[in-house]
């Protein structure tokens, strides 16, 4: 009897340690009569992809249609959506609000992107022909742009622009893809994207970005890796992402950019979704999935960064541009974990040892 009395004793104090385990130690929580001395840990950041506004027209009413492409010039806190099936190029404030459009001489054929450099320059990627076309700041065709190798089987597949004004043209020809650059005053500076052996890393240049020390992040919409990453000297530096399953691949990554706290944002047209990386390729988090509602898509094709929260997608099913933002769910490691695991371990004992006594 006296030992039955003492096992039931030792049942009351696992008791009492799961219940101070549960109440006075919580998650994250150090007990309110002993606190830890010593500073949390940092956050652990995850970014979460959040919509704000979808955007259905254009100037004058007009729905969007198909657009393809989507650029946001951060000087002018301007947004330019390359408005495919209805052949222009649509401008909007940062808020999502139209301000005007252009190509209604008919001088573009299903544009795919537009980028504008600080002279009040902007090249649209037009569809058909293949071809890049300079227009003024009021949206005048002034020529098309020359490229280096001028001939039928050298077609632009992707343009961007970085802070000194030098326009970056993703190319296809003879088997091969590469990427052309030239400087403010439209004269070739060198290619990007061959091997030693003269072969390429490239297949199919679907996207750009550019970070502000030059260094060029590249979507290949066939190749493995499938995103690629050079230096500003043109070199080689990483790349990661396979055209495969897993969160840290893709199916067809369309559009990429580079968000303020400099993380690799990437957009997937079949897999409908949103993947943000380090700029070393962890994966870090994901949003979307097809649909029509805000904050999904239905056939997303390119995506745009401020350089601080706020992104942009436009849709090619979806016939939209969303505004985005980005906000921070932050995930602190507990700083009394040691002290719950070792509360833990002894009920464990504890109990173990109870049980073997009333067998």
Same mark, same amino acid.
């Given at each position: 009897?006296?030992?039955?009395?003492?096992?039931?004793?030792? +049942?009351?104090?696992?008791? *009492?340690?799961? +219940?101070?385990?549960?109440?006075?130690? @919580?998650?994250?929580?150090?007990?309110?009569?002993?606190?830890?001395?010593?500073?949390?840990?940092?956050?652990? !950041?995850?970014?979460?992809?959040?919509?704000?506004?979808?955007?259905?027209?254009?100037?004058?009413?007009?729905?969007?249609?198909?657009?393809?492409?989507?650029?946001?010039?951060?000087?002018?806190?301007?947004?330019?959506?390359?408005?495919?099936?209805?052949?222009?190029? *649509?401008?909007?404030?940062?808020?999502?609000?139209? +301000?005007?459009?252009?190509?209604?001489?008919?001088?573009?054929?299903?544009?795919?992107?537009?980028?504008?450099?600080?002279?009040?320059?902007?090249?649209? +990627?037009?569809?058909?022909?293949?071809?890049?076309?300079?227009? &003024?700041?009021?949206?005048?065709?002034?020529?098309?742009?020359?490229?280096?190798? &001028?001939?039928?089987?050298?077609?632009?597949?992707?343009?961007?622009?970085?802070?000194?004004?030098?326009?970056?043209?993703?190319?296809?020809?003879?088997?091969?893809?590469?990427?052309?650059?030239?400087?403010?005053?439209?004269?070739?500076?060198?290619?990007?994207?061959?091997?030693?052996?003269?072969? =390429?890393?490239?297949?199919?240049?679907?996207?750009?970005?550019?970070?502000?020390?030059?260094?060029?992040?590249?979507?290949?919409?066939?190749?493995?890796?499938?995103?690629?990453?050079?230096?500003?000297?043109?070199?080689?530096?990483? @790349?990661?992402?396979?055209?495969?399953?897993?969160?840290?691949?893709?199916?067809?990554?369309?559009?990429?950019?580079?968000?303020?706290?400099?993380?690799?944002?990437?957009?997937?047209?079949?897999?409908?979704?949103?993947?943000?990386?380090?700029?070393?390729?962890?994966?870090? !988090?994901?949003?979307?999935?097809?649909?029509?509602?805000?904050?999904?898509?239905?056939?997303?094709?390119?995506?745009? =960064? &401020?350089?601080?929260?706020?992104?942009?997608?436009?849709?090619?099913?979806? =016939?939209?541009?969303?505004?985005?933002?980005?906000?921070? *769910?932050?995930?602190?490691?507990?700083?009394?974990?040691?002290?719950?695991?070792?509360?833990?371990?002894?009920?464990?004992?504890?109990?173990?040892?109870?049980?073997?006594?009333?067998?």
């Amino acid at each position: 009897m006296k030992r039955l009395r003492k096992q039931l004793l030792n +049942l009351n104090n696992v008791t *009492a340690l799961l +219940l101070f385990s549960c109440l006075a130690v @919580g998650p994250g929580q150090a007990a309110e009569s002993e606190k830890s001395p010593n500073p949390a840990p940092p956050a652990v !950041s995850a970014p979460l992809i959040q919509p704000i506004r979808v955007v259905y027209r254009q100037i004058e009413g007009t729905f969007l249609k198909s657009p393809r492409g989507v650029w946001v010039d951060r000087a002018k806190n301007e947004v330019y959506v390359a408005d495919t099936s209805n052949d222009l190029v *649509a401008v909007y404030d940062s808020a999502g609000l139209p +301000l005007f459009a252009f190509g209604y001489n008919k001088e573009l054929k299903e544009p795919t992107k537009a980028v504008a450099n600080s002279k009040g320059r902007i090249f649209v +990627l037009n569809g058909i022909p293949r071809a890049v076309k300079v227009f &003024n700041y009021r949206g005048e065709y002034i020529e098309d742009f020359r490229l280096a190798r &001028n001939d039928s089987n050298h077609a632009p597949t992707a343009i961007a622009i970085d802070q000194s004004n030098n326009l970056y043209v993703g190319t296809a020809g003879e088997g091969m893809a590469q990427i052309e650059i030239y400087d403010s005053n439209f004269r070739f500076i060198r290619e990007i994207g061959k091997k030693p052996d003269r072969s =390429s890393y490239l297949k199919s240049v679907h996207a750009m970005t550019i970070d502000s020390d030059g260094t060029l992040y590249v979507a290949d919409a066939n190749a493995t890796p499938a995103i690629q990453v050079y230096g500003p000297d043109g070199k080689y530096l990483r @790349g990661w992402g396979a055209h495969d399953g897993g969160p840290q691949n893709f199916s067809l990554p369309a559009g990429i950019a580079l968000d303020g706290q400099g993380r690799v944002v990437v957009i997937d047209s079949i897999r409908q979704v949103v993947s943000v990386f380090t700029k070393d390729g962890s994966f870090l !988090s994901r949003s979307g999935g097809m649909g029509t509602q805000a904050g999904a898509f239905m056939f997303p094709t390119d995506i745009a =960064s &401020n350089g601080n929260q706020k992104l942009y997608v436009v849709e090619r099913l979806g =016939s939209r541009l969303q505004v985005l933002e980005e906000r921070i *769910a932050a995930v602190r490691a507990n700083p009394n974990a040691a002290a719950v695991n070792a509360l833990r371990e002894q009920m464990r004992r504890q109990f173990n040892d109870f049980s073997r006594g009333i067998k």
